[in-house]
């Protein structure tokens, strides 16, 4: 399996979490967002949505969107499964994914980013707000399902599915300055899975495109 | 089973065709978005998520998210299945539906038009630019997606999960005012599934909590 994707890409680290709880080998082909190359025509051809992650599966054929990848992934390779054995678990596991890559992530995504500063003349202060109220909001309702199902990780004590959600989403609000800080039981999870072998390996500094420094 | 939800809620919307397609009875419990019932007490105590749609079982857990309540009904009920038999194509339709759950929908939410209206004040234009930049950019990205994968409805000739979430996008995008001229498959997908007896029943018009006129 060939991963097309980019080191600080949250919806690549998703996936790249995914591939290592599952102890999966793949090759890992770089995608420079910075210099536009998921818009290059060799790209398009490979994926016309333009974006990453994508994963080129063993038979020639290329999957998009993180959390279709993954649910692949579970089906093709069940072992370790990222999912939990009750149905109502696992609806709870795909919720929190779910409510951070549709209404966290979106509105923290770059290209929207950019869009209110340089399109809509926002300044600092009015994306720090923007960032509060959705992702941040969105976030905070996290923390209140994680109440209700979190162990030691997102569903009981097994690391799976929410967890390759919650981490990149925790890594990439910390770096734009969404307040974190009453995301108490978050950062718990957060900070247990940096311990993690297979969270580890799939960090962003970790990869072979990242920037040092 | 209970389906908490409102007429023209699109997340709703899905849940209600992915119901009918299995043929499933449930009670319909409407929680007006417009009097703020999702923010009431009585509902936050059931989800503290305070959105729609909410589906209690009948063993009384509640279940949020409208792809991860279709994929507990899918598992749940797996007869007829709204899921291809073919790995690949599977991915497909869950691909479809995220990219529309996650890149288009929540940037046409009513919520983010009244922040865009009301907190960065954005007049009728801006707004209609953002509209047609995000959700019609990602409806433009699935147009070409369903190139490859649609016959008679998104994968192949039988209505299933990709098909929930392209006709209340559909429906949703034409009455903000998103140009959707260019979107001829999905059109032709559209205005398909506006034949079929599922998609008929499912309809906002069609709801006990539809306001007319």
Redesign the interface.
Known sequence: MKLFGYWRSSATYRVRIALALKNLDYEYVPVNLLKGEQKSEAYLARN???LVPALE?D?G?V???S???I??LE??FPEPSLMPDD??A???A??IA??L???A???MNLR?QQ?LKN??G?DEN?VN??LN??PGGAMA?VE??LARTAGDFCIGDTPGLADCFLVPQFFGASRFGVDVSGLKKMKEIHDRCQQHTAFIKAHPDNQPDAVKG
Request: charged share 20%; aromatic share 12%; net charge neutral.
């Open positions: 016309p949505l333009g599966t038979d054929a999957l998009t969107q959390l279709a990848i649910a692949y089906e093709t149905a109502a696992r609806a709870n795909r919720s779910l409510t890559a549709s209404e992530q979106p509105f929207i869009y399109e809509i926002l009015g707000k923007w109220q959705w309702a209140k399902t």
